[in-house]
């Protein structure tokens, strides 16, 4: 865990650095704003860090405020990055072609404030556009068919939801209106593919965050795996609260449904690094599982997924990648994983990963949808 944080900061310092010294020779010729942007910069750039690790010790309102700005601050630092590195390619362009007209360098202090303000400008129309389609919650309707095999069953009514990452950002009346989207689809089940909760338990308690899942209905009940968030803020806290919200967190281990169908649920893969225990292999987990019946799958992060084939699943669910969330990391999630959001068939067993109807970070989606998914499956 302390390597992880490690790269993290260190990759986090060196962007920020890159960000702010071009903002700095930027304002060059208006140098009395140069206080109020080293103010804002550092505030902005160390809000989300100080409130994780600050966390219950400070006051609330405090705590909301660094949370919120902090976490606005990873949309603004991925595009005036992208803005910063786009010009900079321009200028090498520049250096060895001389392709800037000559109103730029003619008055080279002017054109990188004129940049500066424009760069800003851009990025705030886009965040907060990003911002308004995260509360545009989309319901994606799947039919899919699997083999009844011995199960007494011939349609399951199936609501596959993940990544809400409950902060205090996604919480309120964002999370009651996920709440009342999956009510109204009537479910027979819920299947939630982790990184439910994503805070500390004491923040997560203090202020009543996610109480909202406990008034979801369904016949079956509501079914969860745990997500590498679960895993970074402490999983068996996280756990017992989701359990007090009448949701069942299934293990390493399986759910047998009605004599018709199981439930396996895994430990994410990032198990092993925040908690130094590795989680179980699917073939151990199906040793209890009669695969007479038809089997689903909860699987977090969608790698590997020749496991899933090998052990004959029917179906397996998973989040994960918010099918990059935010443009132009989408192209970066296709890349990694075999399917990046979305339904996909291997062999006899399907797959459908969510791009998750939560964000992590900022509340910011671009090229990517906040989406419920109805599966309605046909059991052939």
């Known amino acids: 865990m302390a390597i992880f944080f490690i790269v993290f900061l260190i990759v986090y310092s060196a962007a920020n650095y890159y960000i702010f010294i071009h903002g700095w020779h930027s304002i060059a010729l208006f140098p009395f704003l140069k206080p109020f942007y080293i103010i804002i910069f550092l505030l902005a750039a160390s809000g989300y860090i100080i409130a994780k690790f600050a966390g219950s010790k400070v006051p609330e309102i405090i705590y909301d405020i660094l949370l919120w700005s902090g976490s606005f601050w990873f949309a603004f630092m991925l595009y005036f990055f992208l803005f910063i590195l786009l010009i900079d390619l321009s200028r090498?362009?520049?250096?060895?072609?001389?392709?800037?007209?000559?109103?730029?360098?003619?008055?080279?202090?002017?054109?990188?404030?004129?940049?500066?303000?424009?760069?800003?400008?851009?990025?705030?129309?886009?965040?907060?556009?990003?911002?308004?389609?995260?509360?545009?919650?989309?319901?994606?309707?799947?039919?899919?068919?699997?083999?009844?095999?011995?199960?007494?069953?011939?349609?399951?009514?199936?609501?596959?939801?993940?990544?809400?990452?409950?902060?205090?950002?996604?919480?309120?009346?964002?999370?009651?209106?996920?709440?009342?989207?999956?009510?109204?689809?009537?479910?027979?089940?819920?299947?939630?593919?982790?990184?439910?909760?994503?805070?500390?338990?004491?923040?997560?308690?203090?202020?009543?965050?996610?109480?909202?899942?406990?008034?979801?209905?369904?016949?079956?009940?509501?079914?969860?795996?745990?997500?590498?968030?679960?895993?970074?803020?402490?999983?068996?806290?996280?756990?017992?609260?989701?359990?007090?919200?009448?949701?069942?967190?299934?293990?390493?281990?399986?759910?047998?449904?009605?004599?018709?169908?199981?439930?396996?649920?895994?430990?994410?893969?990032?198990?092993?690094?925040?908690?130094?225990?590795?989680?179980?292999?699917?073939?151990?987990i199906m040793t209890n599982v009669d695969k007479n019946y038809p089997v689903i799958l909860l699987d977090h992060t969608p790698s590997k997924l020749g496991e899933a084939v090998n052990e004959n699943i029917d179906l397996q669910l998973s989040g994960h990648t918010h099918n990059g969330q935010m443009f132009p990391a989408n192209f970066i999630t296709k890349w990694i994983y075999e399917v990046s959001w979305g339904y996909l068939k291997k062999e006899q067993t399907q797959f459908y990963v969510t791009c998750g109807v939560g964000t992590w970070g900022p509340p910011v989606r671009l090229g990517s949808d906040s989406e419920i998914v109805n599966l309605k499956i046909r059991f052939i």
């Open 92 to 284: 090498l362009l520049n250096h060895f072609f001389n392709i800037y007209p000559a109103f730029i360098t003619s008055n080279y202090s002017t054109a990188k404030f004129v940049t500066f303000v424009v760069v800003l400008s851009i990025s705030i129309i886009i965040i907060i556009a990003g911002f308004i389609n995260t509360r545009n919650i989309k319901i994606n309707q799947v039919e899919i068919e699997i083999p009844k095999k011995s199960s007494n069953l011939s349609e399951l009514n199936v609501v596959h939801a993940g990544d809400f990452h409950l902060t205090i950002i996604n919480n309120g009346k964002f999370l009651d209106e996920i709440v009342e989207r999956i009510n109204s689809l009537n479910p027979d089940i819920v299947l939630m593919t982790g990184d439910i909760l994503d805070d500390n338990i004491n923040i997560l308690k203090r202020q009543n965050i996610g109480k909202s899942l406990s008034k979801i209905k369904s016949k079956y009940g509501v079914f969860v795996s745990n997500g590498n968030h679960e895993f970074i803020n402490g999983a068996d806290e996280l756990d017992k609260y989701m359990e007090e919200m009448n949701l069942k967190v299934i293990r390493d281990s399986s759910a047998f449904i009605d004599n018709s169908f199981y439930i396996v649920g895994r430990d994410d893969r990032s198990k092993v690094s925040f908690t130094g225990k590795q989680r179980k292999s699917l073939k151990e």
